[in-house]
């Protein structure tokens, strides 16, 4: 049996996406939903109530790469890439339903599951169409669509396969910022129609997402916290939320909130208002209201651009990364130079460019509030 397209969902992002995509093919598609984040199995249930697709499968990562998630020295990576290699063929069969051909595949991320799953497609049906659709801001970096060397070598030796049958279509919410952001690549990006732009559509995001009224947000400001681990040390999250404390001091409680990323524990701030449902995308939350008179606050959050991308709004929007006040264990920038590239195009295709600041320090951090706050029509700040 042939379908049209199946679709490999790694994050809760990635599901805007899907819906947008898949709403102008026409033909049998499927869905096949990692569980590697949170809510999976529940997403899973609801996408399948919308009726909008033939089959919404569930995979368990964990039983089919069980050694994925530990550190290894380089060799033994290396040895057991070219294993999973070779076995991709018995991966596939035990993932994608039996006796299904499908005319086109999308993916999104380097998640493990699906990149072996198109491996085995590759080797078996050239007439397959592979796309890479938006997963946020990872997918404006051409580097994110880089092959590694190793695995070029062992994709030639395995599949004789080169670099160029890997390149495939790409599919984003912007391709303005692609553009901008790589202004070097001159391939033809295709830009995703949103989904969610009449009231029966919004109805099934909600569904989906479990978004009510209740997940509204009130507060003026709205700040994003960072994911523990990895190159932020504990210093560097206690230097954020000093920058937090500062914002929090100036506009008062009733008018701050901390949505804070689901992989950060740390205790809560003292008199910190926090969004407590954190498997909620910030997406569905500018779906549903106006917040174009918002404050965004963050570091680096895909949750500042995404309004703009996915609905067109312009909130204001804090950007920290070059602050004094914050650093990381390296003591470099605090964001990659590929990140501070996207967010410097970021702003340039903003219709009102006045409404993004970048302070240096706390102090033109406060000047930026208030300035944001003699221009606004609900001003917090009393005279």
């Not at 093919?25 to 109530?49: C, H, N, T």
């Not at 007439?127 to 060397?149: A, R």
């Not at 703009?308 to 130079?337: A, D, H, R, W």
């Amino acid at each position: 049996m042939v379908k049209e397209a199946c679709f490999f969902c790694t994050s809760p992002y990635q599901i805007f996406s899907i819906l947008s995509i898949s709403q102008n093919i026409a033909g049998g598609v499927d869905v096949y939903v990692m569980k590697q984040f949170g809510k999976a199995d529940e997403y899973v249930d609801r996408l399948a109530l919308t009726g909008l697709f033939d089959k919404v499968i569930m995979v368990d990562e964990a039983s089919f790469s069980k050694n994925k998630t530990k550190k290894h020295n380089k060799l033994w990576n290396y040895m057991n890439a070219a294993f999973s290699y070779t076995n991709v063929d018995e991966l596939a069969k035990n993932v994608l339903l039996p006796d299904i051909e499908y005319n086109n595949f999308y993916i999104s991320s380097r998640a493990y599951i699906p990149r072996m799953v198109q491996f085995s497609l590759m080797k078996k049906n050239a007439k397959t169409k592979y796309c890479y659709f938006d997963d946020g801001l990872g997918s404006y970096f051409n580097s994110v669509y880089d092959i590694k060397k190793f695995d070029l070598i062992l994709r030639w030796l395995l599949f004789r396969k080169k670099k160029e049958d890997f390149e495939f279509d790409k599919y984003l919410f912007s391709p303005d910022f692609y553009k901008k952001t790589n202004p070097e690549n001159k391939e033809v990006i295709h830009a995703i129609k949103p989904y969610w732009n009449d009231r029966d559509s919004l109805r099934a995001i909600n569904s989906i997402f479990g978004y009510t009224e209740e997940n509204a947000i009130q507060q003026k400001y709205i700040l994003f916290g960072e994911a523990a681990g990895g190159s932020k040390t504990n210093s560097f999250h206690d230097e954020l939320e000093d920058v937090f404390r500062a914002i929090l001091e100036k506009v008062g409680r009733n008018n701050t909130i901390l949505k804070n990323h689901p992989r950060n524990e740390r205790p809560h701030l003292p008199g910190m208002s926090y969004y407590t449902d954190y498997n909620m995308p910030f997406e569905c939350i500018c779906f549903n209201c106006d917040i174009s008179n918002k404050v965004l606050v963050s570091l680096r959050s895909t949750g500042v651009i995404t309004p703009k991308m996915l609905t067109g709004q312009e909130p204001f929007v804090i950007l920290l990364y070059e602050m004094e006040e914050l650093s990381n264990s390296q003591g470099n920038n605090t964001i990659s130079e590929l990140s501070q590239r996207f967010f410097e195009a970021f702003r340039e295709v903003y219709n009102n460019k006045e409404k993004i600041f970048i302070p240096k320090n706390t102090e033109e951090l406060i000047d930026a509030i208030n300035t944001i706050e003699g221009i606004t029509s609900d001003s917090i700040l009393k005279d």
